[in-house]
């Protein structure tokens, strides 16, 4: 398989270091690709690697997906809110 290592940066902080990875296996003809995922509390970030377009050429995609920690908050705070309703039933 084929890895990248990214360093992140925001302004001149440092976010973190996220490795992407591409998985080969020849029995099967098939390839994975692994995202490196920097995780923040108002965002994640994902860094993946695409094809390879030259000898040392790749495609690399960067997403920004903001408040992903917030919608499993809200589900544990629904969790929470429907054993506090059960719980006043008896």
């Known amino acids: 398989g084929v890895s990248g290592i990214f ?3 925001t302004d001149e902080h440092e976010i973190g270091t996220l490795v992407s990875e591409k998985r080969i296996f020849n029995i099967s003809n ?3 690709t ?3 995922i920097g995780i923040q509390w108002w965002r994640d970030i994902y ?5 390879l377009q ?11 997906k903001p408040f992903v920690r917030w919608i499993w908050l809200g589900g544990i705070l629904m969790l929470l809110g429907g054993l506090i309703a059960a719980w006043q039933q008896w």
């Open 7 to 9: 360093k992140v940066f």
């Open 30 to 32: 098939t390839t994975i």
């Open 34 to 36: 692994r995202p490196g």
């Open 47 to 51: 860094i993946t690697l695409g094809n």
């Open 54 to 64: 030259n000898e040392n050429q790749w495609v690399v995609r960067i997403y920004e």
